[in-house]
């Protein structure tokens, strides 16, 4: 039981903390958006039923390379907002999207793109 009430406190801390600083949700929304907007022009453009079957599995393979592409940016730049509250107490989201475009997404690109080959075959 000990186990539960600890993960509920830190649940409860976390959403404070996100209420406190709700910029936070920001890059994933804007991920969100993206999305949601490829999604629109794709489905207003083109005549989705009159698709092939390799034609309709190349573009939900597009999809889910763009889902996964933008919700790891969004999460990487988040979590470089949260390393720069941990050592600094300040967020700087300049600073977070140098750091993270200059040395996390290109450690990070490998992984992100095999990913999106496992959540499509998935």
Sequence with gaps: MYKVKSGWTVYK???KFIFRKPFLL?????AWGIYAGAAYYVNSTYDL???ENWE?????????????FTVSIASLFILELLEQHETSGKMNPFVALFDML???LWRALPLILVWSIVDFVL
Aim: aromatic share 8%.
């Design 13 to 15: 801390n976390n959403l």
């Design 26 to 30: 920001l890059p994933m929304m804007i």
């Design 49 to 51: 039923d009159n698709l």
């Design 56 to 68: 309709m599995l190349l573009l939900v393979f597009v999809f889910t390379c763009i889902s996964t």
């Design 102 to 104: 200059k040395r996390n």
